[in-house]
Structure formats: C-alpha cells, structure tokens
C-alpha cells in the first residue's frame, strides 16, 4: 500500500471564521476612519477661516480699509491664492462678509459656502 497524499489547504469552516473576524474587525475600524476624515476637514476649515480673517485684518491695517473683494487678497500679494474650501473642495464658494453700512460693500469677514452641520451640530455656514 502506498500512503495517500494529503490534500492541504483551509476548509469551508476555517475560511468562514476568518471572514467573519476580519468582518467584524472592519465594522469597528470603519466608523472611526469615516469620522476622523471629517474631523480633518473641519479642522481644515476652521484654519482655512483664521487664515482668511487674519489677512482680512492685515489688509486693513495696511490700507486702512477692507477689501472690495476677496481677489483683492491675491491681487496685493497678501495670499498666493485663495485657499481651498475642504467641505465644497472649491476656492470660490467662500462667503464675504459685507460692513453693516449700506454704503459699506467691503468684506469685512468671510464665511464658508458650504451646507450642513459639523460634527458638533452647528452649521459649516456660521463658523
């Protein structure tokens, strides 16, 4: 008699518990990545924003005035360039902020152009 060669591999059972523990692995892991991807683009935002106001500040300190537009930033080389909206992933949809004065069309603040509420409930458009 000859001794029968074994056949090695998984069988159906041990290929079922490993799905199952790299599924629930995966059910814990998930959640948490699809947040921290918001919390970065809201900390993103929130920078992008005091960027923004602080330029906002140093155009009047210089000129004694607000800005027309917020073109101007990057026109008087006080930005390269606009920064990147991360909830909208656009430079153009920033919000200004207009002085109280109805003669008044300066942009006195800036707000973002997007819409919904950050993970603590306030909405991105009031920041």
Known sequence: MTPQKQNRGFTLIELLVVLAIVATLLS??????????DRAKEAALKANLSALRR??????????????????????HYLRALPVDPMTNR???WVPVQG???????????K???????LDGTEYNSW
């Open 28 to 37: 814990i892991v998930a959640p948490r990545y699809v947040h921290q991807t």
């Open 112 to 118: 973002s152009g997007a819409r919904g509420k950050a």
């Open 91 to 93: 430079s153009d949809s």
């Open 55 to 76: 330029v906002l500040d140093e155009y009047y300190g210089d000129m004694g005035e607000y800005p027309e537009n917020l073109l101007a930033l990057t026109e008087r």
């Open 100 to 110: 109280t004065d109805e003669d008044d069309k300066t942009v006195v603040d800036v």
